[in-house]
């Protein structure tokens, strides 16, 4: 939607994108590894771009990457654009997630932008795209709410 | 979200703002008269602007405007968007509709922008974006699927 | 859902229904008075089986109810439900509805059963299911999360 | 939601357990494979019980098992309860689904309950519980939408 402030996107984020891939990596081991093919490409106050490479073994039936893979995308790109607002809270949770799939995505590298909607002291709410590499149109678009420990 | 195409969205309705209103009013007429309070502002090939004129009536608690007042209006916006796109099929359904109430709406009118994010044969995704005139924050934001029926 | 504790749904609730009514309708006196047609049939503690009586002018072209009137339906029974929980705090507000249209009402009056499915001291979250009144199968199905105020 | 007629949900899927784990396991190795720990523990028509492996690498800070491995669950339970309905069509895709996050799991096996709630010609609409083993609260609760191939 227009009128986010494209100025606003572009300030500076509270853990740059290399601070941030090492948190992640250390806390998340298991998501966030050479393996799993996550990259920051670009980090803002408050959104994200994330790439997920793309593996021939992400594949279902019909040739697509599967959906599981793209709600675990839309997931972490949110996660990451709230610590960008936030800094780091490990314990931010989800607490909802919608998630509508567009389009068959291509068997190539997935990109996906997230960013914050609404920023509360309890309650952070974000929308996701998510393009294959080169593609315009959206393969998948998501909303989901991060609740925010009241430490935080 | 960045990238769907300006161009796109100036491009001609199938259907003119007046020969909507029109035909909305006749088909709908407990939901659009000029007792709902709803115009629509603008409309383009696959998208809309629609205002929802304020109504002391229409609060609820706290000063705001009441929660079914703006899915109600997300509603519309996306049916309207859709129309935009397709012509007339007053048939089409919505099956899925997904609001997050991000802030409390000023005791104004409320604008509705929504535009397709996927027009196939058989369902229409949308998003919709409600804000109170003269603002900039987003009050609510939501997706929406319609379903086309098969004659459309 | 199974496993939900009969028992438990039959506890009492905090405001009787007819102590619930008499609020609804001083609060809300656009939504719940004589002509909006909602009643409450019935409430335990933590949900509530609310009817809303069918008008001739509800309806939308296809001669069924219209899509806005079905949402505010499964958000004023979440409404009920959680105040069946907490007591009088009318300031609780929605976050979050999704809803799943499944098959058109018929032009009968709508029956909503809502329960919460989490009660926590910020958020609740509860599911809602519709049916046609004398009907088995669901009309429309509904989640929906309430934030509490903190003063609650 | 009761009503949902309990000797329905007993009557014989389209695909016995072992036939569908046979087919999950060929169609989908990377999801579905002894690594992944994915099990039917039940299935009937419209409906299954999945049962998920606790791993330890599943863990997320906090101790808690990640949100993406919950929404990978409630996914393939779905799936499942769609196949147990129409047969082995696997080219059924997910269209959308919403997850609404409820109580940190414990660090134990999860059991999804997913039940179909709408099956039409072109789209099926469910909803899955999911809850840790040996406990009654939802951990998470989902639904979801998959759309039919016109060839199914």
């Not at 250390?26 to 490409?41: C, D, K, R």
């Not at 593996?55 to 709600?71: A, D, E, Q």
């Amino acid at each position: 939607m227009k009128g986010q402030g494209t100025g606003k996107e572009m300030a500076a984020p509270k853990l740059t994108r290399k601070k941030l891939e090492a948190l992640l990596s250390t806390e998340f081991p298991e998501m966030f590894n050479s393996q799993s093919g996550y990259a920051i490409e670009r980090v803002w106050h408050g959104g994200c771009r994330l790439r997920r490479h793309y593996h021939p073994k992400s594949l279902r039936p019909g040739g697509t990457v599967s959906g599981p893979i793209i709600m675990a995308l839309a997931d972490v790109a949110m996660y990451v654009a709230l610590l960008s607002a936030i800094g780091w809270v490990p314990l931010a949770v989800t607490t909802n997630l919608t998630i509508n799939f567009l389009r068959r995505p291509a068997p190539r590298d997935l990109l996906a932008e997230a960013r914050l909607i609404k920023l509360g002291k309890r309650l952070a709410v974000g929308e996701i795209g998510i393009r294959s590499h080169g593609g315009d149109d959206l393969v998948a678009h998501a909303t989901s709410t991060y609740s925010i420990p009241a430490a935080a």
